[in-house]
């Protein structure tokens, strides 16, 4: 029986001199670059790890023959760095990876056009949902979450020409509407972005990730593709879980902006010499 497999999640990267799709503090935290990204891959590849999509990382957690490490790489939203860096990156590892797309995103500067979807596709690339419009599907009612989730995949499908198996939650925000709605759309599995590994015991409908920040140094980066180091991100993350509840969405996202951003505007210790 294979070992856990973590899925590492990320967002948009970006180049030297490239503009982002969202300045703001809160989205910053997630964006890494591409000489940090190129890193990451060099110590996935060092230490003998496949790099897996999420078909590739569900088949091998039920093979009794895997014995090579594996971590499944997963972006979200569709950003158009999905394709200019993301892919012919992984591409020269020889690694795989599940893209997440946003459909209402496309199109818009800084993501992916129909045609690099197609692109991204074709090079072989999984293609999952991130919905339609990345609105938090636990703010939504029952009828709401089913487009999101039916329209987005019934959309990806036809641009893609291939079968979308697999769905990822805006914002991490999941309760059992979704999970219902995804059974009825006909996803085999939703990614959510509870902290953990995978195994051949998991939820395949609540699959655990770990979100790689822009702030993450390379030794956390190697703990974390080994399923360690995550004791203070689950702290972290109960902290947060339990803002969310007692705020709501809405609320929450608006005072964790505000924090965010009078911490960017601190002064560093080269400002106060």
Same mark, same amino acid.
């Given at each position: 029986?294979s070992k856990n497999?973590?899925f590492l999640?990320?967002?948009e990267?970006?180049s030297?001199?490239?503009?982002?799709?969202?300045?703001s503090?809160?989205?910053?935290?997630y964006?890494v670059?591409?000489e940090?990204?190129e890193?990451?891959?060099?110590?996935v590849?060092?230490?003998g790890f496949?790099?897996?999509?999420?078909?590739?990382?569900?088949?091998?957690?039920?093979s009794?023959?895997?014995?090579?490490?594996i971590?499944?790489?997963?972006?979200?939203?569709?950003?158009?760095?999905?394709?200019?860096?993301a892919a012919?990156?992984l591409a020269?590892?020889?690694?795989?990876?599940?893209?997440y797309?946003t459909?209402d995103?496309?199109g818009?500067?800084?993501y992916?056009?129909?045609?690099?979807?197609?692109?991204?596709s074709?090079?072989?690339?999984?293609?999952g949902?991130?919905s339609?419009t990345?609105?938090h599907?636990?703010?939504?009612?029952?009828?709401q979450?089913?487009?999101?989730?039916?329209n987005?995949k019934?959309a990806l499908?036809?641009?893609?020409?291939k079968p979308?198996d697999h769905f990822s939650c805006?914002?991490?925000r999941?309760?059992t509407?979704?999970?219902?709605?995804a059974?009825?759309a006909?996803?085999k599995?939703?990614?959510?972005?509870?902290?953990?590994?995978?195994?051949?015991?998991?939820?395949h &409908?609540?699959l655990? @990730?770990?979100?790689?920040k /822009?702030?993450?140094? *390379?030794k956390?980066?190697? %703990?974390?593709?080994?399923?360690?180091g995550?004791f203070?991100?689950k702290?972290?993350?109960?902290?947060?879980?339990t803002?969310?509840r007692i &705020?709501?969405?809405? @609320?929450?996202d608006?005072? /964790?902006?505000?924090? *965010?951003?009078?911490?960017? %505007?601190?002064?560093s210790?080269s400002?106060?010499k």
């Amino acid at each position: 029986m294979s070992k856990n497999i973590v899925f590492l999640m990320y967002h948009e990267l970006q180049s030297i001199g490239q503009g982002l799709v969202d300045e703001s503090p809160g989205y910053l935290r997630y964006v890494v670059s591409k000489e940090q990204f190129e890193k990451q891959l060099d110590i996935v590849s060092q230490k003998g790890f496949k790099g897996h999509s999420v078909t590739e990382s569900i088949a091998a957690l039920s093979s009794a023959n895997q014995e090579q490490p594996i971590v499944c790489f997963t972006f979200d939203d569709g950003c158009a760095s999905d394709l200019g860096v993301a892919a012919p990156l992984l591409a020269k590892n020889g690694f795989n990876a599940t893209f997440y797309v946003t459909v209402d995103h496309l199109g818009k500067d800084g993501y992916l056009t129909k045609a690099e979807l197609r692109e991204l596709s074709d090079l072989g690339f999984e293609i999952g949902s991130h919905s339609m419009t990345h609105r938090h599907l636990s703010d939504l009612d029952e009828e709401q979450i089913r487009g999101e989730l039916l329209n987005s995949k019934q959309a990806l499908e036809e641009i893609v020409g291939k079968p979308v198996d697999h769905f990822s939650c805006p914002g991490g925000r999941v309760n059992t509407a979704v999970t219902q709605a995804a059974l009825e759309a006909g996803y085999k599995t939703v990614a959510t972005s509870r902290l953990g590994t995978n195994s051949a015991q998991s939820n395949h &409908l609540a699959l655990a @990730r770990v979100a790689i920040k /822009r702030d993450m140094n *390379l030794k956390t980066f190697e %703990r974390i593709c080994n399923g360690k180091g995550q004791f203070l991100m689950k702290s972290e993350d109960s902290i947060l879980h339990t803002g969310k509840r007692i &705020l709501g969405n809405e @609320r929450y996202d608006r005072l /964790r902006g505000n924090i *965010l951003s009078l911490l960017d %505007r601190r002064p560093s210790s080269s400002d106060t010499k």
